[in-house]
C-alpha cells in the first residue's frame, strides 16, 4: 500500500476557454501543475496542434490527450433552448443547430441501434426523451419528451439501453496521429471497458508513452481488475459515472477503486466537482475540501481540475486551493492537528 504521507500527489489541470492564455499558462507552470490536459471531447482535430503549440509557447509542462471515447452527445444548441414535457423532438444524425423542435446526437451509428421506447437523457439536469419512431435509414428519430429541461451545446448523452460504440473515434485517432507526431506522450482513454480497450490505445502511440484508462461506466467498474493491470494509471470521472449509478454509490466505487488500484501499485486519480463552485466564485465551499481530503485519504495519487480550469472564473486561484489542501494533508495527521489545536498553533 502507497504511504499516504510520503508520495508526491499531482495535479492534472484541464486546459479551455479561461485557461488557455499565455498568462495564465505560465502561472499554472509557476505552481508546479504536473500535466495539462487536452480534452478531445471539446478540441476538434484542427485545433489540437494549436493548442498544443500555444501551451509550448508558454510552458514545458506535459501534456495529455483525452479521448472523446465511446460516448454519445448531443450537437450544437441554440442559446436559451428548453424542452418542455409533452412536446415532440426530432433527432438528427445531421449536424442541425438544435433548438426545441431538432437537434442533433452523434455519433450518427446511435440512430442503427435506436428502437422505439428507448430513452435518451441529455446531461445531469437536462431533458429526458423516449424514442417514438425511427427512420428506415437511420438518418433521424422522432422523440417525445418526457421530462423537460435546459439543453446546451455539446452536453453528455445517455441512452437505455446502451448503444454499441467503439472505444476510439475517428476524430480520436486524428488527434492522437498529431500527438504522436509533435512528441505527446500522454494520452488518456475515455470510457476505457475492458483491457481490450486499452490494448487499442496503446496500439496507436509510441512504445514508452503512458496511458491512462479512466473508469467512468458500468463496464469500467465491472471490468476494473483487468483495466488497471492493462494501464499505467487510471482515472476515476465521477461525473460521467454518475450517469451510469446512482449518484449516492459513487463514493463507495471510488474507494474501492482506489483501494484496488494501490494493491497493484497502479497511479489513480480523480476527477469531477472537486471544486464545482469555483466555476462560478472565487471560493470554495467546506463540503469541497472536505471531500477533497477525504479522496486524499483514500490514497489517490493525483487529482485533476475540470470545469474549475477550463471554464471557471479563476483557473489559478483553483489550483492554489487545491495546493492548499494538498499542503496540508501532507503536513498533518489527525493527531498532530487536534494537538496544534490545543496548543493553539491553529490560525
Same mark, same amino acid.
Request: charged share 20%; net charge negative.
Given at each position: 500500500?502507497?504511504? $499516504? *504521507?510520503?508520495?508526491?500527489?499531482?495535479?492534472?489541470?484541464?486546459?479551455?476557454?479561461?485557461?488557455?492564455?499565455?498568462?495564465?499558462?505560465?502561472?499554472?507552470?509557476?505552481?508546479?501543475?504536473?500535466? *495539462?490536459?487536452?480534452?478531445?471531447?471539446?478540441?476538434?482535430?484542427?485545433?489540437?496542434?494549436?493548442?498544443?503549440?500555444?501551451?509550448?509557447?508558454?510552458?514545458?509542462?506535459?501534456?495529455?490527450?483525452?479521448?472523446?471515447?465511446?460516448?454519445?452527445?448531443?450537437?450544437?444548441?441554440?442559446?436559451?433552448?428548453?424542452?418542455?414535457?409533452?412536446?415532440?423532438?426530432?433527432?438528427?444524425?445531421?449536424?442541425?443547430?438544435?433548438?426545441?423542435?431538432?437537434?442533433?446526437? #452523434?455519433?450518427?451509428?446511435?440512430?442503427?441501434?435506436?428502437?422505439? /421506447?428507448?430513452?435518451?437523457?441529455?446531461? *445531469? &439536469? /437536462?431533458?429526458?426523451?423516449?424514442?417514438?419512431?425511427?427512420?428506415?435509414?437511420?438518418?433521424?428519430?422522432?422523440?417525445?419528451?418526457?421530462?423537460?429541461?435546459?439543453?446546451?451545446?455539446?452536453?453528455?448523452?445517455?441512452? &437505455?439501453?446502451?448503444? %454499441?460504440?467503439?472505444?476510439?473515434?475517428?476524430?480520436?485517432?486524428?488527434?492522437?496521429?498529431?500527438?504522436?507526431? $509533435?512528441?505527446?506522450?500522454?494520452?488518456?482513454?475515455? *470510457?476505457?471497458?475492458?483491457?481490450?480497450?486499452?490494448?487499442?490505445?496503446?496500439?496507436?502511440?509510441?512504445? /514508452?508513452?503512458?496511458?491512462?484508462?479512466?473508469?467512468?461506466?458500468?463496464?469500467?467498474?465491472?471490468?476494473?481488475?483487468?483495466?488497471?493491470?492493462?494501464?499505467?494509471?487510471?482515472?476515476?470521472?465521477?461525473?460521467?459515472?454518475?450517469?451510469?449509478?446512482?449518484?449516492?454509490?459513487?463514493?463507495?466505487?471510488?474507494?474501492?477503486?482506489?483501494?484496488?488500484?494501490?494493491? #497493484?501499485?497502479?497511479?489513480?486519480?480523480?476527477?469531477?466537482?472537486?471544486?464545482?463552485?469555483?466555476?462560478?466564485?472565487?471560493?470554495?465551499?467546506?463540503?469541497?475540501?472536505? &471531500?477533497?481530503?477525504?479522496?486524499?485519504?483514500?490514497?489517490?495519487?493525483?487529482?485533476? $481540475?475540470?470545469?474549475?480550469?477550463?471554464?471557471?472564473?479563476?483557473?489559478?486561484?483553483?489550483?492554489?486551493?487545491?495546493?492548499?489542501?494538498?499542503?496540508?494533508?501532507?503536513?498533518? %495527521?489527525?493527531?498532530?492537528?487536534?494537538?496544534? &489545536?490545543?496548543?493553539?498553533?491553529?490560525?
Amino acid at each position: 500500500m502507497t504511504n $499516504l *504521507f510520503t508520495m508526491k500527489i499531482k495535479i492534472l489541470c484541464t486546459l479551455g476557454p479561461a485557461s488557455l492564455r499565455g498568462d495564465v499558462i505560465r502561472a499554472l507552470e509557476e505552481r508546479g501543475v504536473d500535466l *495539462f490536459r487536452i480534452n478531445l471531447s471539446h478540441t476538434p482535430p484542427e485545433a489540437v496542434e494549436p493548442t498544443i503549440a500555444l501551451i509550448r509557447r508558454y510552458s514545458n509542462t506535459p501534456i495529455c490527450l483525452d479521448s472523446q471515447g465511446a460516448q454519445v452527445r448531443c450537437g450544437k444548441m441554440a442559446e436559451g433552448v428548453t424542452l418542455t414535457a409533452g412536446t415532440q423532438i426530432k433527432l438528427c444524425a445531421e449536424d442541425v443547430v438544435g433548438t426545441a423542435e431538432q437537434m442533433t446526437l #452523434w455519433p450518427a451509428s446511435v440512430f442503427a441501434s435506436m428502437r422505439p /421506447g428507448d430513452l435518451v437523457h441529455v446531461d *445531469f &439536469d /437536462g431533458a429526458l426523451m423516449q424514442i417514438m419512431d425511427v427512420a428506415s435509414d437511420h438518418s433521424h428519430a422522432q422523440a417525445v419528451v418526457l421530462d423537460g429541461g435546459r439543453v446546451k451545446s455539446n452536453r453528455a448523452v445517455v441512452m &437505455d439501453p446502451p448503444p %454499441s460504440l467503439g472505444p476510439i473515434t475517428d476524430k480520436d485517432v486524428t488527434a492522437i496521429e498529431i500527438g504522436v507526431r $509533435l512528441g505527446i506522450r500522454h494520452y488518456a482513454l475515455s *470510457f476505457a471497458s475492458c483491457a481490450a480497450d486499452v490494448e487499442l490505445m496503446r496500439a496507436l502511440i509510441p512504445e /514508452g508513452s503512458t496511458i491512462i484508462s479512466k473508469i467512468e461506466s458500468r463496464a469500467g467498474v465491472r471490468n476494473r481488475d483487468e483495466i488497471i493491470d492493462a494501464s499505467d494509471a487510471v482515472l476515476i470521472d465521477r461525473g460521467d459515472l454518475s450517469r451510469e449509478v446512482p449518484v449516492e454509490y459513487v463514493p463507495y466505487y471510488q474507494k474501492a477503486i482506489v483501494r484496488q488500484a494501490n494493491r #497493484w501499485n497502479t497511479p489513480v486519480y480523480v476527477a469531477t466537482n472537486l471544486l464545482e463552485s469555483m466555476v462560478t466564485q472565487r471560493k470554495a465551499t467546506i463540503a469541497e475540501m472536505n &471531500d477533497i481530503a477525504n479522496t486524499l485519504l483514500d490514497g489517490v495519487h493525483g487529482l485533476v $481540475l475540470a470545469a474549475e480550469t477550463a471554464m471557471g472564473v479563476d483557473p489559478v486561484g483553483a489550483v492554489d486551493a487545491v495546493y492548499r489542501c494538498i499542503k496540508s494533508f501532507e503536513h498533518t %495527521s489527525m493527531g498532530s492537528i487536534l494537538e496544534e &489545536d490545543r496548543l493553539g498553533r491553529l490560525a
